[in-house]
Every structure is written in C-alpha cells, then in structure tokens.
C-alpha cells in the first residue's frame, strides 16, 4: 500500500477512498454523516435513506470500522450525530416532508426491513438513533471517551406543539486505545481570578492570598484551580458548526510545537 498523501486534499466516496489508505496512519478523523430520514441527497446509494434505522447504525459501524483501521493508537474519532424521529404519512409534525417517499412517509420497505425488531418504530418516536451507533460502535471495538453536547443558540425552529424544540446534537469523542494524544492544556478556560491552583503533581502552589500548607489528596483534587484554566467540560456552545469548531477539536488532540505527554488516564 502506497505511503500516506501528505498536503493533499482526498476527495470521494469515502468506502473507496479509506481503503486505500495505510493502517495506523491518521491522528484525526472528524465527520458528521447524513442523519436517518432527513434528506435526500440525490445519491442512489447514499446513507440515510435506509428502509430501517437498523439498517442505518450496521452501515455506520462498517464505515466506522475502516476509520478504525487507519487510525493511529494515538489518535482519536469525533462522530457528530442528530436524531430523528418516527412518522407516519401525512404527519408533519415530526417528520420531515420531502419528495422521497421512503423519508416523507416514515415507513420502512416490508422487504428490506425484514429480520430488524420494528415494535419500536411508532410514529412520533424519538429514535435514539446517537446512541444506538455509539453502543454499536462500543460493541465494534471503540471505546467512548465523551459524549459531548453541542448547544445550538439559535437552534432551527420547529412547528411542533406536543413536544420541546431540539436544541442540540451529540459529538461522540472514540478512541481505540488507552493511551492517546489528548492535550487538554490547548482548551483550557483561563481562571477569571487569581487563587490557589493545583499543579497535579501532589502539590498545591499558594496565591499570596491564602499561604497554607497543604498537600492534594484523592480527597480534595480538583477542588483547588488549575494554573492553565479549568476543564471546559462536554457542554459546547457553537452558534453553526463551523471552522472554529473544527480548530476546537485539532487543538485538542494533535500535537504543537511543545510534546506533551499521552494521556493515559
């Protein structure tokens, strides 16, 4: 297999581009695929117009399973998925109005769905279908390190009355082995005031402020600030998934300049 392209901007179907690529070669990989039922994109084979949602999370777990091969054991997998909720024909409420028949009534193909557990599909059901390739995906191998919850602001309004609006998606943060590249220091949120921080190394430095002694334990880590900033947490507010999201998550887990140790914890 030919070395890893290097400045090159890779563009196709993703189930012809990914195998040819060498194993173990890629430190990042970050996609948010079509999400079940919601449009079409014109491709007689695209994902997303599965007759069963099933259909969908097996054929996610097989893509995801070719990142999985080319990913570095330091490297890291970033899934951005929205759910999507069960219809019937003719209820625009929930269900997205589009001129595939197969997304606008909301009735998988008896043909195709065949062999899949259907008692869950009920009209106006929230699917859970984030979660069912997350399980799937932690079935296939990868390990879940974060589900982060992306806040939309100015979340696109719905004309629904029975139910809340949605105002968010899940990025689910994977890994394929204990130890990985993780740099939690390009993220941090600078302290708003100066006190006490931690250095987590067993020690605690003094602010003029308060100058006791002390020494961290299991007890009280995490309770004194830490000199970088604070941890942002799994709660993102972005107003559109944009370039500033992408910088977000290459800062986190691919190494500047200054190495860094690879967390393992």
């Not at 409420?93 to 259907?118: C, E, H, V």
């Amino acid at each position: 297999m030919d070395p890893l392209p290097l400045n090159q901007v890779l563009c196709g179907d993703n189930r012809e581009i990914l195998p040819t690529l060498p194993c173990d070669s890629v430190d990042l990989a970050v996609t948010s695929p079509p999400y079940w039922g919601l449009r079409d994109y014109g491709h007689e084979d695209q994902l997303g117009l599965e007759s069963h949602p099933q259909l969908y999370v097996d054929h996610l777990v097989e893509i995801c399973r070719e990142v999985k091969r080319v990913i570095k054991p330091t490297g890291s997998f970033w899934l951005n998925l929205g759910d999507s909720y069960y219809g019937s024909r003719g209820n625009n409420s929930d269900y997205p109005q589009t001129k595939n028949q197969r997304i606008s009534s909301g009735m998988p193909s008896k043909s195709l769905a065949t062999g899949f557990n259907s008692n869950w599909l009920q009209p106006k059901q929230l699917l859970g279908i984030p979660w069912r390739v997350a399980t799937a995906l932690q079935e296939d191998g990868w390990i879940l390190r974060n589900c982060v919850i992306w806040f939309k602001p100015n979340h696109m309004p719905e004309s629904v009355r029975d139910r809340l609006t949605k105002s968010y998606e899940f990025f689910f943060f994977f890994v394929k082995s204990k130890k990985y590249y993780f740099d939690l220091d390009a993220i941090r949120i600078p302290q708003q005031t100066k006190g006490d921080y931690a250095d987590y190394s067993g020690k605690l430095e003094l602010s003029e402020r308060s100058k006791r002694p002390e020494v961290l334990t299991r007890d009280n880590l995490g309770k004194p600030n830490h000199k970088n900033g604070k941890n942002p947490g799994d709660v993102l507010t972005k107003h559109e998934f944009s370039v500033m999201m992408i910088h977000y998550i290459i800062r986190l887990i691919t190494k500047t300049a200054k190495t860094r140790e690879i967390s393992g914890r």
